[in-house]
């Protein structure tokens, strides 16, 4: 009976959690994307509700010359309830260079591990501790739940990466963080009101930089 009771508290905190989420289940935002000033193409984050959390999606969908080249992103993040990832898996396809897959997962009271496939087919792997860990686009929202957190951990290809989250000015009355550590780069500029929408999202990598503009969102 007792554990009856406290399996759903635990429920009801995990959907407490999820409610409280500046975003609805369903949310659907398209970016215009450029690549050192060019436009190559649009990127999708979509949000759902789910197992008390939210299941993050972001692709990557190039055109010209970028999509010649072979360039493409696509990711899915399980968010638990705390806004952590729980999962996470990501496909990066490089040019000239071939595609990186992470493969990410939280386990409970025994940190994270993440194994990664190179484009050579060369496979590595990392652990850490940490269990209050972000990804690509996790990110993104545990910013528009959290804007004032400072520090995070961010599991990256080679190992896990802790940076200090910054805040910069931005212009229209936005608000903007940038994450910067180990050759990345990520900037996230959100509407100042209770959505929190992020309108322009900034990655940087070797490859060079990456910017997606908001056109579409609901």
Request: proline share 3%; net charge positive.
């Amino acid at each position: 009976m007792a554990r009856a009771v406290w399996l759903g508290l635990v429920v009801l905190v995990s959907l407490g959690w999820a409610q409280s989420a500046p975003w609805a289940s369903g949310e659907r935002l398209v970016y215009q994307v450029a690549w050192q000033g060019v436009g190559v193409g649009r990127l999708t984050f979509s949000a759902e509700s789910a197992g008390g959390g939210w299941l993050l999606r972001g692709k990557l969908e190039t055109t010209g010359v970028m999509a010649v080249s072979g360039y493409g992103l696509e990711v899915e993040s399980q968010m638990g309830g705390d806004f952590f990832t729980d999962r996470f898996t990501k496909n990066l396809t490089e040019p000239f260079k071939g595609t990186t897959r992470l493969v990410f997962q939280r386990q409970e009271d025994a940190g994270c591990w993440a194994n990664v496939t190179y484009p050579d087919g060369k496979k590595g792997n990392w652990r850490n501790p940490s269990e209050q860990v972000l990804d690509d686009i996790s990110i993104i929202y545990f910013l528009r739940a959290k804007p004032e957190t400072r520090m995070l951990n961010f599991a990256d290809f080679p190992g896990l990466v802790q940076g200090r989250i910054e805040a910069v000015s931005g212009n229209n009355g936005l608000l903007g963080y940038r994450f910067a550590r180990d050759g990345l780069a990520v900037e996230a500029w959100f509407r100042n009101d209770a959505r929190r929408t992020p309108v322009r999202v900034v990655f940087g990598r070797d490859f060079g930089r990456i910017e997606a503009t908001l056109i579409e969102g609901r």
